[in-house]
């Protein structure tokens, strides 16, 4: 269930993640799913980012994007390791790797 959980975060770095789908997806509870993606998290595997707005609603309510602190455990997870020519998923690669290095540097400082 956690590599299942692992591949669908993987596949949706770019993406806002919705962890009803992921729950129905996965064929495991809600609140299963949010103490295997908040063990994620502090294992330092993957880390959220809570989306911005000036309605402070709509931000409580927004759904997070995951993205992972090393991109190669992302790769490895979807066994995709070709060369950036011939990958359908540069953008979210790059975007991954900014906002990690800019966590990191956040960090840091």
Known sequence: M????LKLLAS??????SLNEISQHVLIDIKTVKR????LVKSYVIFPLTPFSKNLRSEI???NKYYFYDTGVRNGIINN???????????ALL???IIAE??????NT
């Open 2 to 5: 956690l590599l299942d959980l």
């Open 12 to 17: 949706q770095i770019e993406k806002e993640v």
């Open 36 to 39: 295997y993606i908040d063990l």
């Open 61 to 63: 309510s927004g759904k």
């Open 81 to 91: 390791f070709n060369r950036l020519d011939s990958r359908n998923d540069v953008g």
């Open 95 to 97: 975007e991954n790797c």
């Open 102 to 107: 800019r966590l990191k540097k956040n960090k």
